[in-house]
């Protein structure tokens, strides 16, 4: 499914509950995030339907999704997208699950991936387990390293 981007709306998003899906996911990001923020997101989420990959959904109280791929056989969570459970909340991330990939498709592999990104560099908020980036630090860059990140992992 489609959605398209606009500005922040006053959706009614506080009333949302888990589980998580698409729909509601959907309306978290439209009603707390500018326009250009909204397109980021929704490039991530597109690109792991387009690559044939699958998303899944998180059941807890703060909205969260990942993103699971397939890379010769082997199925890996390349990414979790935890957003804002309230307004109030600023704890929205992008966390890059490198302890996970490593144990599925080897250190050096990973390692070459995401080494030129900001979640392969332990100064971003990283343990070397998993690196995640504050939604409010990604850039239109970190969103695209990220896919290319991902797409070298799918195509090794």
């Known amino acids: ?8 709306a006053s959706v009614a998003v506080d009333d949302l509950q888990p589980p998580w899906n698409e729909e509601k996911i959907f309306r978290v990001i439209q009603s707390r995030y500018e326009l250009d923020v909204q397109i980021d997101l929704m490039r991530l989420l597109a690109h792991t339907e387009e690559s044939g990959s699958r998303i899944y959904y998180g ?9 699971w791929y397939t890379s ?9 997208l935890y ?9 929205a991330r992008v966390l890059a699950k490198l ?6 498709l080897g250190d050096a592999a990973v390692e070459e ?3 030129r990104t900001k979640f392969g560099d ?13 939604v409010d630090d990604l850039t ?7 896919i290319e990140a991902t797409n070298f992992l799918i195509q090794r």
Do not use: C, Y
């Open 140 to 146: 239109s860059a970190d969103i695209d390293e990220l």
């Open 72 to 80: 010769a056989g082997v199925e890996f969570s390349a990414w979790n």
């Open 122 to 134: 332990n100064k971003f908020g990283g343990t070397g387990l998993a690196n995640s980036v504050r």
């Open 83 to 91: 957003l804002p459970a309230s307004a109030e909340d600023q704890s």
């Open 113 to 115: 991936a995401f080494s």
């Open 99 to 104: 302890a996970g990939m490593k144990k599925k």
């Open 59 to 67: 059941s807890g109280a703060q909205p969260a999704m990942a993103g």
């Open 1 to 8: 499914q489609v959605h398209a981007a606009q500005g922040p």
